[in-house]
Structure formats: structure tokens, C-alpha cells
């Protein structure tokens, strides 16, 4: 049951990521270029996303186990380190560069597109790099 | 500041947005997991026995997307005009980045955000404000469409 929730979840991300626009990424640009001619619409996303969200959150934050009975697994928060900031200033260059974030190019890949497939697989060359560095900082003398 | 009213689409996107956050609310309240996706899919890269079998199945969900809005209209064909090289490039950006900062649009820029997280607010706060210096530099400083 948690894995066929789990899909369902994942196909109505996807399914929302398309009717919002949100996986092309020119529609994504077009959000990013203030000085531009400026498309708001993600900002519109963010909302519809966010107000349903917040109810999920608020009741989320009240229970002790999930529906189909696993744990609660909720971020127990943690400092504002440069770590967060400057992880999340170098993805906003990519975003910026590509108008692709995580989730519309994997929904990009799925519809088989030539260049949503290389954005994807850099991307998570990128995840696999930042999991050896881990790995690396975890045990400094593993290697030696 | 210009509106781009040809491109603009309130509804559609409130809609589309709605959907994202009901997709949160699912996978929070049947599964108690986070719906980020950058942690989804990294944490595939490093697994964890037990901690598998619902994210194949997320990311299968996501990928199923396309195929699934097919049966029911024409699927509209995204426009990418940044280069390979450039895709290379942000891709690679793209996924170190949100693992070292523990999240992406959805992670930090949704669920974060609807949870009020501090830290989410301030991720936020740096992934756009790099997008758009990005943009303004690519469009309006070097003059392309990167």
C-alpha cells in the first residue's frame, strides 16, 4: 500500500507539474526574467501548491504514526548554516541556466525528450558527486 | 516591469499548483515522508535498505506523468533553449546543489515554506535570487538565450 500511495503521489506531482506549465522550462525563464517581459505564473503555482499544503502540514504535525501505519518522517529543523546557502545559490544557477529544477526534468525525461535526458543525467551525476564528497568528509581516512 | 500576458496562465498554474499540493498532502499523510524531490531521488543514490521501494515508486509516478496526460489530451511539448553544454552544465549545478542545501523547489520551495521551516524560507530566498541574477545575466548582460 505505502509503495502504491508513494506512486499516486509521484503521478499527481507529475500530473500537476504539467497543467501548471511548470515542466517547460521557458515557462520557468520566463518567470526568472524580471526584466524581461515577466510570466508570473509560477508564482501562481506556489500559491495553489502552498494553500493546500499547509492544511496537509498542520495535520501531519498532529499525528504520531501515517495512515497506512509508518512513521512520521518530518524535518526536525537544524540551523541556517552556509551549507543551505550556498547548496541552494549554486542550484538557483543551474535553474537559472536551464529553467530545470529536479522534479519538471524528471517529468521531462519521462516524455522522452533528447535534452530533458541530458539535463536529468547531469543532474544526477551532480547527486552521485555530492554523495562520494560525503562520503569522503564521513570517513577522512578511508582512502589513506 | 512588462507582463508577459501571452504567456501568463493563472488558472492552469493555480490548478497545477493545487495538484502539487495535494500530491504533498498524499505522501505526507499516507506515507509521513516529505514530497522534495531532489531528496527523493538522491537518497536513491546512496540507498538505505527499507527506505527503497517507496521512492522507485514516486519517481516512477512522476515519469508514468506524461504518458498518463496523453490519455487524456495532447501533452504540451516543453521549449528547452539552452544548449547541451549548458544543460550539462546546470544539471550538474542543479543536482550537487540541492543535495548540499537539502532541497529544491519542491523540498525548500513548497513543503518547507507550507511548514513555515526557517530554513526552508532562506533556501528560497537564495535559489531565486541566484535564478534571477542568472537570467538577467544570460538575457540581459550577454545578450542570449543561454
Known amino acids: 500500500m505505502n509503495v502504491l500511495a508513494a506512486f499516486a503521489a509521484g503521478l499527481v506531482f507529475g500530473l500537476g507539474l504539467i497543467v501548471s506549465g511548470m515542466a517547460d522550462p521557458s515557462k520557468v525563464q520566463g518567470f526568472l526574467d524580471l526584466a524581461g517581459r515577466w510570466d508570473p505564473s509560477l508564482l501562481f503555482v506556489m500559491a495553489g501548491a502552498i494553500g493546500v499544503a499547509f492544511v496537509a502540514y498542520r495535520v501531519a504535525r498532529s499525528r504520531t504514526a501515517a495512515l497506512l501505519g509508518g512513521a512520521m518522517h518530518l524535518p526536525t529543523g537544524g540551523d541556517i548554516d552556509p551549507r543551505l546557502v550556498l547548496g541552494s545559490l549554486v542550484f538557483g544557477i543551474g535553474w537559472g541556466l536551464a529553467g530545470f529544477c529536479p522534479g519538471p526534468a524528471l517529468v521531462a525525461f519521462g516524455s522522452g525528450q533528447d535534452k530533458a535526458v541530458v539535463f536529468t543525467l547531469a543532474m544526477l551525476t551532480g547527486m552521485a558527486l555530492y554523495e562520494l564528497m560525503e562520503r569522503r568528509h564521513a570517513r577522512p581516512n578511508a582512502l589513506e | ?146
Open chain 2, 1 to 146: 516591469m512588462t507582463i508577459d500576458w501571452a504567456h501568463f496562465t493563472p488558472w492552469a498554474s493555480l490548478l497545477g499548483g493545487v495538484a502539487i499540493g495535494i500530491s504533498a498532502a498524499m505522501l505526507v499523510l499516507l506515507n509521513g515522508r516529505i514530497a522534495g524531490i531532489s531528496g527523493i531521488v538522491g537518497n536513491l543514490l546512496a540507498p538505505v535498505r527499507g527506505d527503497i521501494a517507496w521512492r522507485v515508486a514516486f519517481v516512477a509516478g512522476l515519469l508514468f506523468a506524461p504518458a498518463a496526460f496523453r490519455l487524456a489530451d495532447r501533452l504540451p511539448a516543453p521549449t528547452i533553449d539552452a544548449s547541451y553544454p549548458v544543460l550539462l552544465l546546470a544539471g550538474l549545478l542543479v543536482g550537487a546543489g540541492t543535495r548540499y542545501g537539502s532541497g529544491c523547489t519542491s523540498g525548500h520551495g513548497v513543503c518547507g515554506v507550507s511548514r513555515l521551516s526557517p530554513r526552508s524560507l532562506v533556501a528560497m530566498g537564495a535559489f531565486m535570487l541566484s535564478g534571477f541574477l542568472t537570467v538577467f545575466i544570460v538575457r540581459h548582460l550577454l545578450g542570449g538565450a543561454s
